[in-house]
């Protein structure tokens, strides 16, 4: 164990410090695990949204500005050209009326089938449906 000779702490109060650094490190090392997975999955996806671009490009012929276009329109659909999404807000339940989480698809109290909200509050706007893009 962790020796404290000639420090000015008692040895249950060295000891403690001793304790607490080793479980602030433990909890270091697992944040940074978790940021690790964490990047490597948004890696992941950043490929996979890159893969499925490309084929919108080679297979119906759409420009980047259209991408560009419907990314602005999205984010300005809080009022605030920021780089963000709007998060799906809560949303009643259609039976019992208590607020549930947007991400959730059943009411955390009784059960009912809720909404479902993949990307936010809005329909994606009619400009951005594939059927209106340019023909291959
Ligand atoms: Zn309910």
Redesign the pocket.
């Known amino acids: 164990m962790f020796n404290s000779y000639g420090s000015g702490y008692s040895q249950s109060g060295s000891w403690q410090a001793q304790k607490d650094a080793t479980s602030a490190q433990a909890s270091a090392r697992e944040a940074k695990t978790e940021t690790e997975l964490l990047r490597h999955d948004l890696d992941r996806v950043l490929m996979i949204t890159e893969a499925l671009w490309t084929l919108l490009k080679k297979e119906h012929g759409y420009a980047d500005e259209v991408l560009a276009n419907t990314v602005r329109e999205i984010d300005l659909r809080d009022g605030r050209l920021d780089g963000r999404a709007q998060p799906p807000k809560a949303q009643p339940?259609?039976?019992?009326?208590?607020m549930?989480s947007a991400k959730l698809p059943r009411?955390?109290?009784?059960?009912?089938e809720l909404e479902v909200k993949l990307f936010g509050d809005q329909p994606l706007p009619p400009d951005a449906a594939p059927e209106t893009g340019p023909a291959s």
């Open positions: 339940c259609p039976k019992c009326g208590r549930n009411c955390l109290y009784c059960g009912e």
